[in-house]
């Protein structure tokens, strides 16, 4: 970008606004290339290319040139496990110490971020060996990241019933005490299940959490079950990764998702692999469950651990994978990882329009789909502030075989970026 393009422009106050970005010459997925002004976290205004300038105080903002770039509402991660990710190189038993728990759940959450997550949901485990040391940890994790990133727990007990279920809920309480803020847990681990999610429910009901459970969903008797107990309950009940669903009879599984439509539960699935928590590694039958009407959103699972020791975490190839091997539209796929994510997590909807939350990942492309097949170069925004950026640059050897043909070329200079 030439050095005129990377100074703020000029404006009556001569003062340069921090709290205000302007992005100029983004693509948006209706094909309309606009001017987007930030402000107070917020998108304050749309305007076509080269119609805005200074910001509502009238001061100049700071300016960013996506030419180039797709501009879209950034993603969530609706399913991370922060406390054991990165762990699949490692020898001899995990470790849960203080550090070691916060060194990789940081670097987790970075790396997520790095690919667009400005908000994420990290199920933690209590209980057992860890107590409730790694939760402590992932929270002074939230902390450290605020500013970058919303991070959010879902406490995970592994046994709720009979005589070693006493620890385990007493061990949920303090958890939600200490501030984890979703109840969450594996129904399929314990003995029995159904009094396992009946604690959960219980709970969450009294202290008015939402309730995010580990299910493979292969058994349509508990399933229904399940759905049954969880109908109704507020802020909601999210399943995942149900992959198990998938492995039913066709009309089994269709009734199946007819009741879990008709209980308003949510089910985030794993595509890119599923995680330690639940059985199988399918991914859940997704046409079959919006066809029905359940809200189906998609997460990253395991990042590099024993579960799946390539996991990415990136929320573009999650939104690949349902495209390419499950029949989604693109935009029907960006939508699990975004809109349908930020909802799993209880965030405000966020459009490319003004009003909304300046929540916004840029990536270069002209069009969704190509977007989703080559997301290299990323630009993520959070609360109205560049939090992150990916610079990918593809070069060839020279040849004759490009002479006139205008092939398309990423160049080597990169914009630069306010903060950076």
Same mark, same amino acid.
């Given at each position: 970008?030439?050095?005129?393009?990377?100074?703020?422009?000029?404006?009556?106050?001569?003062?340069?606004?921090?709290?205000?970005?302007?992005?100029?010459?983004?693509?948006?997925?209706?094909?309309?290339?606009?001017?987007?002004?930030?402000?107070?976290?917020?998108?304050?205004?749309?305007?076509?290319?080269?119609?805005?300038?200074?910001?509502?105080?009238?001061?100049?903002?700071?300016?960013?040139?996506?030419?180039?770039?797709?501009?879209?509402?950034?993603?969530?991660?609706?399913?991370?496990?922060?406390?054991?990710?990165?762990?699949?190189?490692?020898?001899?038993?995990?470790?849960?110490?203080?550090?070691?728990?916060?060194?990789?759940?940081?670097?987790?959450?970075?790396?997520?971020?790095?690919?667009?997550?400005?908000?994420?949901?990290?199920?933690?485990?209590?209980?057992?060996?860890?107590?409730?040391?790694?939760?402590?940890?992932?929270?002074?994790?939230?902390?450290?990241?605020?500013?970058?990133?919303?991070?959010?727990?879902?406490?995970?007990?592994?046994?709720?019933?009979?005589?070693?279920?006493?620890?385990?809920?007493?061990?949920?309480?303090?958890?939600?005490?200490?501030?984890?803020?979703?109840?969450?847990?594996?129904?399929?681990?314990?003995?029995?299940?159904?009094?396992?999610? %009946? $604690?959960?429910?219980? *709970? !969450? +009901?009294?202290? &008015?959490?939402?309730?995010?459970?580990?299910? #493979? @969903?292969?058994?349509? =008797?508990?399933?229904?079950?399940?759905?049954?107990?969880?109908?109704?309950?507020?802020?909601?009940?999210?399943?995942?990764?149900?992959?198990?669903?998938?492995?039913?009879?066709?009309?089994?599984?269709?009734?199946?998702?007819?009741?879990?439509?008709?209980?308003?539960?949510?089910?985030?699935?794993?595509?890119?692999?599923?995680?330690?928590?639940?059985?199988?590694?399918?991914?859940?039958?997704?046409?079959?469950?919006?066809?029905?009407?359940?809200?189906?959103?998609?997460?990253?699972?395991?990042?590099?651990?024993?579960?799946?020791?390539?996991?990415?975490?990136?929320?573009? %190839? $999650?939104?690949?994978? *349902? !495209? +390419?091997?499950? &029949?989604?539209?693109?935009?029907?796929?960006? #939508? @699990?990882?975004?809109? =349908?994510?930020?909802?799993?997590?209880?965030?405000?909807?966020?459009?490319?329009?003004?009003?909304?939350?300046?929540?916004?990942?840029?990536?270069?492309?002209?069009?969704?789909?190509?977007?989703?097949?080559?997301?290299?170069?990323?630009?993520?925004?959070?609360?109205?502030?560049?939090?992150?950026?990916?610079?990918?640059?593809?070069?060839?050897?020279?040849?004759?075989?490009?002479?006139?043909?205008?092939?398309?070329?990423?160049?080597?200079?990169?914009?630069?970026?306010?903060?950076?």
């Amino acid at each position: 970008m030439p050095d005129s393009q990377q100074q703020p422009p000029h404006s009556p106050s001569g003062q340069t606004d921090p709290a205000a970005l302007l992005l100029c010459g983004a693509r948006l997925t209706d094909g309309r290339t606009v001017d987007v002004r930030l402000g107070g976290g917020r998108i304050e205004a749309v305007g076509t290319a080269g119609s805005l300038a200074a910001g509502a105080s009238g001061a100049r903002a700071a300016r960013v040139d996506l030419s180039g770039y797709l501009l879209l509402p950034a993603p969530a991660e609706a399913h991370a496990h922060s406390d054991t990710a990165l762990t699949a190189d490692g020898e001899g038993p995990l470790a849960y110490d203080d550090l070691a728990v916060r060194r990789r759940a940081t670097e987790a959450a970075l790396l997520q971020l790095g690919h667009g997550a400005t908000a994420l949901r990290s199920h933690v485990r209590v209980g057992d060996v860890q107590g409730l040391d790694a939760l402590a940890a992932v929270l002074e994790v939230r902390r450290s990241l605020r500013g970058l990133a919303e991070l959010t727990t879902v406490a995970m007990p592994r046994v709720l019933t009979g005589a070693a279920g006493a620890d385990g809920l007493a061990m949920l309480r303090d958890a939600l005490k200490m501030g984890a803020s979703v109840v969450g847990g594996c129904p399929d681990a314990d003995p029995d299940p159904t009094g396992y999610v %009946e $604690a959960v429910l219980e *709970l !969450a +009901s009294e202290h &008015g959490c939402p309730v995010d459970l580990h299910t #493979d @969903a292969a058994d349509p =008797a508990r399933l229904a079950r399940l759905a049954a107990m969880a109908g109704g309950l507020r802020p909601g009940v999210t399943l995942g990764p149900c992959g198990g669903l998938g492995r039913l009879p066709s009309e089994v599984a269709a009734r199946a998702a007819d009741q879990l439509a008709a209980a308003g539960v949510t089910v985030v699935c794993l595509p890119q692999g599923g995680c330690g928590s639940a059985d199988g590694r399918d991914t859940a039958p997704v046409r079959l469950l919006r066809a029905a009407g359940v809200r189906v959103a998609a997460g990253g699972g395991a990042l590099r651990d024993v579960s799946n020791p390539v996991g990415r975490g990136d929320p573009l %190839e $999650a939104a690949y994978l *349902l !495209a +390419s091997r499950y &029949g989604l539209h693109p935009e029907e796929a960006y #939508d @699990a990882v975004s809109c =349908a994510a930020r909802a799993v997590l209880g965030l405000p909807e966020v459009r490319v329009e003004a009003g909304f939350p300046a929540e916004l990942l840029a990536v270069r492309g002209d069009g969704l789909a190509g977007v989703l097949s080559l997301s290299y170069s990323r630009i993520v925004i959070h609360r109205g502030r560049v939090v992150a950026r990916t610079s990918a640059v593809r070069e060839y050897c020279d040849s004759a075989t490009d002479t006139g043909l205008e092939l398309p070329r990423q160049g080597r200079e990169e914009p630069s970026w306010p903060g950076f």
